[in-house]
């Protein structure tokens, strides 16, 4: 079944992040597009300096949430932080979350996840430089290479994308996730 993943980033993501997830993806046979603030194209964070430049496929202005079956929000430092300044970006990720659509975050990708008021009492990690500020905003840590939360995929650095992008390929052919009963086990107050 034909799926379409969007990718959210600007310049400064992490390329690793982008790359693998964009590729594994892109290898189930499904369409991925770079959604950006910026149409042309952004430049990737490689190895402690500035990488390749990546095609921009749409701007949030021209991207609907309707058309794509997930969101990856690749971390990197710079990325998130500029995304989540960005209202058409936040708006973009709300859209997922209100829609049960799964989305990816990884590294400080969920960064913007905290802007947009989405992690408070979710089960995540991230890398270990932002714990703090997702137990801030609200949400349940976990040190974990892959914690999956009703379609929330979270890993921590590169080096979890292997698993990561597993349990995003899983969640995204379960497809969306229905709101928790409070008779259902898993159900959290």
Request: aromatic share 6%; net charge negative; hydrophobic share 35%.
């Amino acid at each position: 079944m034909s799926k379409n993943i969007a990718i959210i980033a600007t310049h400064g993501f992490e390329e690793t992040e982008l790359k693998s997830p964009k590729q594994h993806l892109e290898q189930q046979g499904w369409k991925v597009d770079i959604i950006s603030p910026e149409s042309g194209t952004i430049k990737a964070w490689t190895d402690k300096n500035w990488g390749p430049e990546y095609r921009v496929d749409k701007t949030f202005d021209e991207a609907s949430s309707e058309e794509y079956d997930a969101l990856v929000v690749p971390g990197g430092v710079i990325n998130p932080d500029k995304l989540r300044t960005h209202e058409s970006a936040l708006k973009f990720l709300k859209e997922f979350f209100d829609q049960k659509k799964p989305v990816g975050a990884i590294c400080h990708g969920p960064q913007i996840l905290i802007d947009a008021n989405l992690v408070k009492g979710r089960e995540m990690t991230s890398v270990k430089n932002i714990r703090q500020d997702l137990i801030n905003a609200g949400a349940n840590w976990h040190d974990e290479e892959v914690v999956v939360d009703q379609g929330l995929v979270t890993s921590r650095t590169p080096k979890d994308l292997p698993a990561f992008n597993e349990k995003l390929v899983e969640e995204i052919k379960e497809g969306k996730h229905k709101d928790p009963v409070p008779d259902d086990p898993s159900f959290k107050v």
